[in-house]
Structures are given as structure tokens and as C-alpha cells.
């Protein structure tokens, strides 16, 4: 019996995971720059407002297309941005070793299934310095609630971590498998 050969993600389909980070990282920064010029400690209603709705946004856009987007980093707050496998601790290492790199594609097989995956680079941005600036610094919520907290002592232009997007070679069925998961 002879395998079906797998579903790559044609050009248009990366292009649009690009842009639709891009356009994730713009609502980072809008959101984040909120913050500046307030003279009030952020608290968890501000974690809310700023950091929320990009998590709500890339759990949308792995939903709606079959994909798996993540932020990760090497100093996380959320455990669950820690580096997930070893290509994603190299391409961190790739970001840190390259200031100028923005983002760049690699193969890589997540779960059994493989697929394409995009990696962004994320900036520390002078409002971020709020939440990740000085450890001794960071807002009571986050000392309350984050005791295991590393994203601290960040400067401006610091590699803060990356967005992560796994698109499988066959996206349709990942898609069908998100809308239906007993199926």
C-alpha cells in the first residue's frame, strides 16, 4: 500500500502564519504600551488587560487554523512557556546569538506529526520593564502568584522570548481534529 505524501503548507499558507504574527506582536506592543507613564503599580487587572488577550489571541489562531502557536521563553513566568523540545531551545540560542534575526522557518515533528514551524523573536520593550524589569522591582501580584518566576531583570532590546508556530503538514486534519476532538 503506497503513503499518501503529506499535506506541506504551501507559500500563501506560511506567508499569512507570518502576518498573523506579526500582526500578534503588534497587539503585544500596543497593549504593553499602555502602561507607560502610569505611576500606579501594575496589579493582576493590568496582567489582564496587557498579557491576556495576546494568549486569548494565539489560542484563537491555533484554533482556527490548525495550528499550534506558543510563546516561549528561556526565563518564563507561566511554566507553560518553557521551551518545549530541543529544536526550541536551539532556536532561542539562535536568537540570542543573532540580534538582528527576526524569524526564521525549520522541520520539526511535535507529538508524532510532522510539520513546519515559524519562530518570531520577541523584544523587551521599555513598558515591559513594569512586570520583567528588577527582580526586587516586579509588582506584588506577580511575587504572590509566580514564586517560581523567572522573567525578571530584563533591560530594553533584551531577547524576551519568541512566538512559536507549528503548522502540521496536514493542516486540514489538524483542523478537523481541533473542531472535533473525539473524532
Excluded at 92 to 114: C, H, K, M, Y
Amino acid at each position: 500500500m503506497a503513503l499518501a505524501a503529506p499535506n506541506i503548507p504551501n507559500p500563501s499558507e506560511l506567508s499569512r502564519a507570518i502576518q498573523d504574527i506579526e500582526n500578534l506582536d503588534a497587539m503585544r506592543s500596543g497593549l504593553a504600551s499602555s502602561l507607560e507613564g502610569r505611576t500606579e503599580e501594575p496589579t493582576l487587572q493590568t496582567m489582564q488587560e496587557v498579557c491576556r488577550p495576546v494568549g486569548m489571541r494565539a489560542r484563537q489562531l491555533s484554533q482556527e487554523n490548525g495550528w499550534q502557536v506558543k510563546q516561549i521563553a528561556k526565563k518564563y513566568r507561566n511554566p507553560a512557556h518553557a521551551p518545549d523540545n530541543l529544536q526550541s531551545r536551539i532556536a532561542l540560542a539562535r536568537f540570542e546569538q543573532n540580534p538582528e534575526l527576526v524569524g526564521f522557518w525549520d522541520r520539526e515533528t511535535i507529538d508524532g506529526q510532522s510539520g513546519t514551524r515559524y519562530y518570531r523573536r520577541i523584544n523587551v520593550e521599555a513598558s515591559c520593564l513594569a512586570c520583567h524589569g528588577l527582580k526586587e522591582n516586579r509588582p506584588q501580584f506577580v511575587k504572590d502568584n509566580y514564586p517560581q518566576d523567572l522573567a525578571y531583570n530584563f533591560h530594553v532590546g533584551d531577547l524576551r522570548g519568541m512566538y512559536a508556530v507549528f503548522i502540521p503538514d496536514d493542516v486540514k486534519q489538524a483542523i478537523q481534529d481541533a473542531v472535533n476532538p473525539s473524532s
